[in-house]
């Protein structure tokens, strides 16, 4: 799982995308993301939940919206003859569901009970949780953030967990427009989506990625500001891998990240 990081002397994590699914609203096929990733743009403000037949009636009734948006992506990653084979699962997002967040705070500023269940719904490993339990998967669950770094992290783990033995491992990005009063500090475009890779070792004929830290000499200084983006970080990683491009750079808060496509 590692590579010389395309003559950079850095080490890079190399690794091979199995298999993908995104959801959006009004994106949910394959096709429809390939196109888009041709003319990307940010996808609209949701008209309705994802129906996730899939997931157990009980368990979908207590999800909030994102958790339907991020399980609609990581449900829909399963080989057909595999079903939802049981593997080493990351979950990622920058923010989480801050507006289930915002309520709660709201409710406990008024004195009012907090719902034991509406708090167990929103603590950062829930959304992994719930997918859990409903396949009675005992395995491997991690639910991660790490500011704008939060997309490299989870496949710096994810690459770590193939190094320690697993065969795959199910990586779900998700995320959703800051709530008020949280909306004034957003740094990049907000929009409700979710995508799911199936991350292994690379394999012959096959396409496959690098992830590396750029060269502190390439990098521009540091304390300045990173250009404007039209797109959040996660959705621009989708769309790199889909398009085909040889290369993405993305500064993050740690690090100055390249990305990097291989045959």
């Known amino acids: 799982m590692m590579a010389d990081g395309a003559g950079t002397g850095r080490t890079a994590l190399a690794f091979g995308i199995r298999a993908w699914s995104a959801w959006a609203d009004g994106l949910q096929a394959q096709d429809d993301w390939r196109a888009w990733s041709a003319a990307p743009h940010l996808p609209p403000a949701l008209a309705q939940a994802p129906p996730l037949p ?3 009636a009980m368990l979908r009734r207590r999800l909030p919206l994102l ?21 080493p699962a990351v979950f990622a997002s920058r923010h989480g569901d801050t507006a289930r967040l915002v309520t709660m705070l709201s409710g406990l500023a008024a004195a009012e009970p907090l719902s034991p269940t509406a708090f ?6 829930a959304i992994g949780a719930v997918r859990s339990i409903d396949l009675a998967d005992m395995n491997n669950l991690q639910a991660l953030s790490a500011g704008r770094d939060t997309v490299e992290t989870a496949v710096l783990e994810a690459c770590s967990l193939v190094a320690d033995g697993a065969p795959e491992v199910m990586l779900v990005h998700y995320e959703a ?13 907000g929009c409700l989506y979710s995508w799911c890779w199936r991350i292994g070792a690379p394999r012959a004929g096959e396409p496959w990625y690098t992830l590396s830290r750029a060269d502190e000499a390439d990098e521009a200084d540091p ?30 808060e740690r690090a100055t990240w390249q990305w990097r496509r291989h045959g």
């Open 54 to 56: 899939e997931l157990a």
């Open 120 to 125: 167990g719904l929103a603590v950062h490993n």
């Open 177 to 189: 427009p800051l709530a008020e009063p949280y909306a004034a500090f957003a740094d990049e475009p």
């Open 67 to 87: 958790g339907r948006v991020a399980l609609a992506s990581a449900y829909a990653c399963a080989y057909p003859e595999a079903g939802h084979a049981q593997v």
């Open 223 to 252: 304390g300045a500001a990173a250009p404007a983006a039209r797109l959040p970080h996660g959705l621009d990683v989708l769309r790199f891998m889909l398009a085909g491009d040889t290369g993405l750079r993305h500064r993050g």
